[in-house]
């Protein structure tokens, strides 16, 4: 996640790039830039203030009109559609000029491929996936990607490898190591998966956030290991207590852990009211065979198959 730091960075450049426009307004890429740092904030669940969505959504479309090929522009107007409109053929429409415009930009597809596993399109996701990686192989993002989707379509032990990689090549990101704990623990994998947890244990010490505690519950979870699980699930609440969110995105995996279907439910229709990004992952809880004891439960709630309803996402690879 994005430290408080580096959220006063990119503050700053988007400053920076504002003043560019103000020198040259006719020039497309600082546009494309505002776009791209906003709509990365937003996919975040960093970014909600409506005025500086808008201002994103402007940059975006401007870029696009002053200079059309731009694949960063259009790769932000996506994220906005994905995360913010809830519009996911516009945003699939921006993936696929992207895609068309930037045939060589690894970027484009790594962010596709995310979008992809969302709608369920596992297929697609790891050819967007395959394209990435083959364009930057030792890339974080891309190896990323390639695990996203074959972690996605059930393919564990070369999820397994993939993110085993982006370890190996980036050993300073925490949720390489959290990732590949949890594609080691779908496999089954459960000692190979204690030993990559406990190295982001022992980097987070105690200070681990709400969404990688959770996540790492997850595995312990799945190989059932119920001292540490119950140890990340308490941290999770010692957080909640501290500052309540019930629409932290770490919380509603904690939940749909320990099955609690009213409260996941009162969670994501928080989320939707107040139009969180989180809200494209709603139909992710519906897939079985990631281990997420909440899912059967939500086969038969009314609620749940409402708001997928509402949400009304294009066919996935599961139906």
């Known amino acids: 996640l994005i430290q408080s730091t580096e959220l006063d960075s990119i503050e700053q450049g988007i400053n920076e790039l504002r003043a560019a426009i103000r020198i040259d307004p006719r020039f497309a890429m600082p546009y494309a830039d505002i776009a791209d740092s906003y709509s990365q904030l937003l996919s975040y669940g960093l970014l909600d203030n409506e005025e500086l969505i808008g201002e994103a959504r402007n940059a975006a479309f401007t870029a696009i009109a002053l200079a059309p090929d731009l694949v960063e522009a259009h790769s932000a107007l996506a994220m906005i559609h994905q995360y913010y ?25 790594h962010r596709y491929t995310d979008y992809l596993v969302l709608m369920l399109r596992f297929t697609k996701a790891k050819e967007m996936a395959a394209r ?35 370890t190996r090549f980036h050993p300073g990101s925490r949720w390489s190591y959290i990732k590949h704990a949890l594609a080691l623990s779908l496999a089954g994998r459960c000692e190979e998966a204690s030993a990559q ?15 990688h505690a959770s996540w790492l519950a997850w595995g312990y979870h799945l190989c059932g290991n119920q001292q540490e699980y119950r140890r990340y699930v308490d941290r999770v609440h010692e957080l909640q207590g501290e500052q309540p969110d019930p629409t932290d995105p770490g919380l509603i ?42 899912t059967a439960k939500l086969a038969e709630d009314e609620r749940y198959q409402a708001l997928l309803d509402e949400l009304d996402f294009p066919q996935g690879d599961l139906d």
């Open 197 to 211: 947890a406990a190295k982001v244990a022992a980097r987070l010490g105690d200070n681990t956030p709400s969404l």
């Open 253 to 294: 995996y904690i939940l749909a852990l320990e099955g609690d279907v009213d409260g996941f439910m009162q969670s994501f229709l928080q989320i939707r009211e107040q139009g969180k990004p989180f809200l494209a992952f709603a139909q992710l809880f519906s897939v079985d065979y990631i281990g997420l004891p909440i």
């Open 132 to 166: 990435a990686v083959a364009l930057d192989p030792l890339d974080s993002n891309s190896l990323h990607a390639v695990g996203l989707a074959n972690l996605a379509d059930r393919e564990f032990d070369a999820a397994s490898e993939t993110l085993g990689d982006w």
């Open 85 to 109: 409109d809830v519009d996911w053929a516009a945003a699939d429409a921006a993936y696929e000029a992207g895609v068309a415009l930037g045939p060589t930009r690894p970027g484009i597809f």
